[in-house]
């Protein structure tokens, strides 16, 4: 039963809205440091979890986000460090006017309250949403997947223990949702009164779970259905290395490409080369002019089936389908894309212009890898998730998804007489 947390996360949430600036980033460097002193017991922890995973058949891209090593255990400082760095959210004027009566009102920044973040199986989401909801002043429950259930423990068992040492931490503020039951999603999902916000991070079949069933706000994040359209301008060696990127630097991330779709005039100059780079790397699914024009390079080529444009691989493959026009490509991606990252190599700043303002997408890039779309990389120091709703947040969530607006209202006696 979750509902002891609950009441603890709410108590703590009263008092962590009240810190300021000097309190948190002083709570969070202690938090850093217990991280730190505590690596070898999160590796070993991490090291049962990625075992375990892999007896049970996980595959290798999926393994890897699972995994912590020394570099990625130094990212996850340097990430909460990034966090301190940023400045409080809390308290800022967003806007200041006056009535006609002369009441003078201000928009102004509070904490959203107690989040609920569900994830799959990256333990650094667990710190990256603990930082962002402690420095916007929100407590914060965590519920990883089971398959990362000891890196996580290990992970939260640190950051309570720094904040705990640190003279104005409040430890409280951060929670484990640790059974590994998935009826803790659900009752999460019901707390209402105790959860101001849930936010699902991971596959399609989590999000859906989470929207469908919620009786508590949800912010969604988005599976990722990324396309990359190659124009008849573009520069095809430079496509070529963006797309390798896109697919392979990190295939099991929600910012990888998982169809590229070519103009049919760049299609014979492109094909050749992206096959034999890819070849021995990823498994190719083209449709006919594209497998046609890739016939002489070496690699593993398939026949494109229709559900392969609807499809999230996560995993080493890429669909590749041929258009006859930009607005044939702008089509394929609002049809089949999931409002995610998209991307146009060109050289034509009207075609650029054109697939910015037609794609429905939180983010668009223009000759560019879509590996980008980051929390880490926008300069949020961390995400909470790619949104791809239309409201409140949208693309990559940083610390200002969790702020809420409150009024202030300052008048010298004005009374309402109509």
């Given at each position: 039963?979750?509902?002891?947390?609950?009441?603890?996360?709410?108590?703590?949430q009263?008092?962590?809205?009240?810190?300021?600036?000097?309190?948190?980033?002083?709570?969070?460097?202690?938090?850093?440091?217990?991280?730190?002193?505590?690596?070898?017991?999160?590796?070993?922890?991490?090291?049962?979890d990625?075992?375990?995973?892999?007896?049970?058949?996980?595959?290798?891209?999926?393994?890897?986000?699972?995994?912590?090593?020394?570099?990625?255990?130094?990212?996850?400082?340097?990430?909460?460090?990034?966090?301190?760095?940023?400045?409080?959210?809390?308290?800022?004027?967003?806007?200041?006017?006056?009535?006609?009566?002369?009441?003078?009102?201000?928009?102004?920044?509070?904490?959203?309250?107690?989040?609920?973040?569900?994830?799959?199986?990256?333990?650094?989401?667990?710190?990256?949403?603990?930082?962002?909801?402690?420095?916007?002043?929100?407590?914060?429950?965590?519920?990883?997947?089971s398959?990362?259930?000891e890196?996580?423990r290990?992970?939260?068992?640190?950051?309570?223990?720094?904040?705990?040492?640190?003279?104005?931490?409040?430890?409280?503020?951060?929670?484990?949702?640790?059974?590994?039951?998935?009826?803790?999603?659900?009752?999460?999902?019901?707390?209402?009164?105790?959860?101001?916000?849930?936010?699902?991070?991971?596959?399609r079949?989590?999000?859906?779970?989470?929207a469908?069933?919620?009786?508590?706000?949800?912010?969604?994040?988005?599976?990722?259905?990324?396309?990359?359209?190659?124009?008849?301008?573009?520069?095809?060696?430079?496509?070529?290395?963006?797309?390798?990127?896109?697919?392979?630097?990190?295939?099991?991330?929600?910012?990888?490409?998982?169809?590229?779709?070519?103009?049919?005039?760049?299609?014979?100059?492109?094909?050749?080369?992206?096959?034999?780079?890819?070849?021995?790397?990823?498994?190719?699914?083209c449709?006919?002019?594209?497998?046609?024009?890739?016939?002489?390079?070496?690699?593993?080529?398939?026949?494109?089936?229709?559900?392969?444009?609807?499809?999230?691989?996560?995993?080493?493959?890429?669909?590749?389908?041929?258009?006859?026009?930009l607005?044939?490509?702008?089509?394929?991606?609002?049809?089949?894309?999931?409002?995610?990252?998209?991307?146009i190599?060109?050289?034509?700043?009207?075609?650029?212009?054109?697939?910015?303002?037609?794609?429905?997408?939180?983010?668009v890039?223009?000759?560019?890898?879509?590996?980008?779309?980051?929390?880490?990389?926008?300069?949020?120091?961390?995400?909470?998730?790619?949104?791809?709703?239309?409201?409140?947040?949208?693309?990559?969530?940083?610390?200002?998804?969790?702020?809420?607006?409150?009024y202030?209202?300052?008048?010298?006696?004005?009374?309402?007489?109509?």
């Amino acid at each position: 039963m979750l509902e002891p947390i609950f009441h603890t996360l709410k108590q703590a949430q009263s008092v962590l809205a009240q810190q300021n600036r000097e309190q948190k980033d002083a709570a969070l460097k202690a938090a850093c440091a217990a991280i730190d002193t505590d690596r070898a017991a999160i590796l070993a922890a991490n090291a049962a979890d990625v075992d375990r995973a892999r007896s049970a058949g996980m595959k290798e891209s999926r393994i890897d986000r699972l995994s912590l090593t020394e570099s990625r255990i130094d990212g996850i400082i340097e990430g909460v460090d990034a966090i301190i760095r940023l400045e409080d959210p809390i308290g800022s004027v967003k806007a200041g006017w006056k009535t006609p009566n002369g009441l003078f009102i201000e928009r102004i920044t509070v904490p959203l309250g107690v989040a609920a973040v569900i994830y799959e199986s990256r333990p650094n989401v667990t710190a990256d949403a603990f930082a962002l909801a402690y420095k916007a002043g929100c407590a914060v429950l965590l519920r990883g997947s089971s398959a990362a259930l000891e890196s996580n423990r290990a992970l939260v068992s640190a950051i309570q223990a720094g904040l705990a040492l640190s003279a104005s931490g409040v430890p409280d503020a951060v929670a484990l949702a640790a059974s590994g039951s998935r009826d803790e999603i659900d009752e999460i999902l019901q707390a209402r009164g105790f959860i101001d916000v849930a936010l699902p991070r991971g596959g399609r079949d989590l999000i859906q779970r989470v929207a469908r069933n919620a009786r508590v706000p949800v912010i969604e994040t988005g599976e990722g259905n990324c396309h990359i359209f190659v124009d008849e301008s573009a520069d095809i060696e430079n496509a070529v290395d963006i797309i390798e990127n896109a697919k392979i630097q990190k295939p099991g991330a929600c910012n990888a490409v998982e169809t590229a779709l070519v103009h049919k005039n760049a299609v014979c100059a492109l094909m050749p080369l992206l096959a034999e780079r890819l070849a021995g790397k990823v498994e190719l699914r083209c449709d006919e002019r594209a497998k046609n024009a890739a016939s002489t390079a070496s690699g593993a080529i398939k026949d494109a089936a229709e559900d392969d444009w609807a499809t999230e691989f996560l995993d080493y493959v890429l669909a590749v389908k041929t258009v006859d026009t930009l607005d044939e490509a702008i089509a394929h991606i609002n049809r089949y894309g999931t409002r995610h990252s998209e991307a146009i190599l060109t050289n034509d700043l009207k075609a650029a212009e054109r697939f910015c303002q037609h794609v429905d997408a939180a983010c668009v890039y223009v000759n560019a890898s879509i590996r980008f779309t980051d929390g880490g990389e926008f300069g949020f120091g961390a995400e909470l998730g790619i949104s791809t709703q239309k409201f409140h947040v949208r693309g990559p969530m940083g610390i200002d998804a969790l702020t809420a607006i409150k009024y202030r209202i300052t008048g010298d006696g004005q009374i309402r007489l109509g």
